[in-house]
């Protein structure tokens, strides 16, 4: 499967605790985004990355998330001190530079009690 | 602001007849758009596209109208299958953004 994969696919923690949640791009693709998904609501872009270079980032990270790339190929995205709000699911997607159609991984679908 | 709009929040269709799920955005800087389709549990899968240098692209049952006097696209499924059911979003962005503008989703479900 050459897809893009996402780890851990669910996520149940507690108020408070930090999480951690890993993308793997489709191979060749170097540029790499992170999407959030609420019930009811379409994807919403957070961030992305091109190669290990955080090009944007959306008002919507607040200072508990961040995210990183460092070799240009995996991301992770963390959330510090997590708030009932953070729950939802975390989509991961990537595409080729010069390329416009993302794909998107499987999610990870994160649940804050 | 919802820049990108779906106002049917759910569609259903017999099998075999044609899909029509429409699509709105304000933004006039748009130039590419998108359709994904989604299952529960899964991740979006990627559909068809358009530029806007195009009123029309067609990929087999898939066809995608884009209307930008009207700021409307839609997409049309012929003829509709019960593996069709699922969310469709459409998507909108300015080329060399590289994100995505969401709608909220259209919840198609075909009839056997």
């Known amino acids: 499967d050459t897809g893009v994969s996402q780890d851990p696919r669910h996520k149940i923690t507690k108020r408070g605790q930090n999480v951690t949640f890993r993308c793997d791009p489709i191979s060749e693709h170097n540029r790499l985004y992170w999407y959030r998904q609420t019930l009811g609501q379409g994807p919403e872009f957070l961030t992305y990355?091109?190669?290990?270079?955080?090009?944007?980032k959306s008002r919507l990270l607040s200072d508990r998330f961040s995210a990183e790339r460092p070799k240009g190929s995996f991301s992770t995205l963390e959330i510090q001190r997590t708030e009932q709000g953070d729950s939802a699911m975390y989509l991961c997607?990537?595409?080729?530079?010069?390329?416009?159609?993302?794909?998107f991984g499987p999610g990870t679908r994160l649940l804050v009690l | 602001d919802q820049q990108v709009k779906q106002n049917s929040p759910s569609l259903s269709v017999q099998e075999g007849r044609i899909s029509i799920l429409n699509c709105d955005y304000t933004n006039s800087m748009f130039d590419y758009f998108l359709w994904y389709k989604k299952y529960p549990a899964e991740g979006p899968t990627f559909l068809i596209s358009i530029s806007s240098i195009k009123d029309k692209n067609e990929d087999g049952r898939f066809t995608v109208f884009l209307n930008k006097s009207a700021k409307h696209l839609s997409l049309h499924i012929v003829p509709s299958q019960p593996g069709d059911s699922a969310v469709y979003f459409c998507?909108?962005?300015?080329?060399?953004?590289?994100?995505?503008?969401f709608g909220t989703g259209t919840r198609l479900k075909v009839l056997a």
């Open positions: 997607a990537s595409t080729i530079s010069a390329a416009e159609t993302q794909y």
């Open positions: 998507a909108a962005s300015v080329s060399g953004t590289y994100k995505y503008i």
């Open positions: 990355f091109q190669n290990e270079a955080q090009l944007e």
